[in-house]
């Protein structure tokens, strides 16, 4: 592929995902050109945008950035956590708001994705008031069924209640397993299950997990699921992750070579007050699902892990 194309490959997919970080950037075209390295892009003296590329993928962004076919836009740790990868930098307490950098003292990082339009502040700081205004009328809804449930227990008897509750809560747990074509697994809920190994230290007996990174950091209400015979994703539903345990869960995805994706759709345990938290191989069947790859219907045979 001549570089003029694998740069058209790169804006379109850039455009076609939006908000996209360089370790998406670098996973997806790791297979057509050298990406890693010891070059950086940078958005200004000692402003590093991403670090640890090659020369020539680099010079490809940094081209496609001056040439105006892609934007850097501010974006959050939590972001590149989310990702799997985080730079060992500080990062600034005070970036400037108009997405404009001067240089700074000491080599720090500016967390940024890639748009293919331009950052314009004023856009953005409608959208999230819009957004702030959004989780409040949420938060609004939620209290607002979660007073009529309280009236219906203290009118009615709280056991028929909660199991009205349950039964909600388990069509929507039915919903994203049919979605995907799973179910949930037997056997002891571990992650290393995901890479086809098996967990290190299950005592049959007592039930009891020992010395194997079975659960990732700040897991609660685990399950795991499977495509036929395999699993294919492991998940929990926490009620919080505090920043020690994001990091935490950043290192043990890298370490495993797992993506992560966290959000409160279709928690079931606790709707409303928990996080619905998906763990899974970066190369696989529930990945390719995920991005719409393929459809359940179309997996034919006792396939696995990729």
């Not at 836009?73 to 005070?94: E, F, M, R, V």
């Not at 203290?154 to 919903?175: C, E, N, P, T, W």
């Amino acid at each position: 592929m001549s570089l003029e194309s694998l740069e058209n490959e790169v804006v379109e997919f850039v455009r076609e995902r939006d908000y996209v970080s360089f370790v998406e950037l670098e996973r997806e075209f790791e297979t057509l050109i050298t990406t890693k390295g010891d070059y950086t892009v940078e958005c200004c003296k000692n402003g590093v945008l991403w670090a640890g590329l090659s020369d020539e993928f680099s010079d490809m962004i940094n081209r496609l950035l001056k040439r105006k076919r892609i934007f850097t836009h501010p974006a959050s740790q939590l972001t590149y956590l989310i990702d799997g990868g985080c730079l060992k930098l500080p990062i600034p307490k005070n970036l400037p708001k108009d997405g404009i950098h001067v240089g700074y003292e000491q080599p720090v990082w500016i967390p940024a994705c890639l748009r293919v339009v331009p950052y314009d502040p004023e856009k953005e700081k409608k959208l999230e008031q819009f957004h702030k205004m959004e989780v409040r009328q949420k938060k609004r809804e939620i209290d607002s069924i979660s007073q009529a449930i309280k009236r219906l227990v203290d009118r009615f008897d709280a056991d028929k209640v909660k199991k009205a509750y349950d039964q909600l809560s388990g069509d929507v747990k039915k919903q994203w397993a049919e979605r995907y074509g799973l179910k949930e697994a037997k056997g002891p809920v571990c992650a290393m299950r995901l890479l086809g190994k098996k967990c290190g230290q299950f005592d049959s007996r007592t039930g009891t997990l020992e010395k194997c990174e079975c659960r990732p950091p700040g897991s609660d209400h685990a399950s795991l699921w499977r495509y036929k015979t395999n699993p294919v994703v492991y998940v929990y539903q926490p009620y919080g992750l505090s920043g020690n345990i994001m990091n935490e869960l950043g290192e043990y995805c890298r370490k495993w070579g797992f993506l992560i994706r966290i959000d409160t759709w279709p928690a079931w345990h606790y709707r409303g007050r928990v996080l619905f938290v998906e763990i899974y191989p970066q190369v696989g069947l529930f990945r390719d699902l995920k991005m719409g790859k393929i459809k359940p219907q179309e997996i034919q045979g006792d396939q696995g892990l990729k």
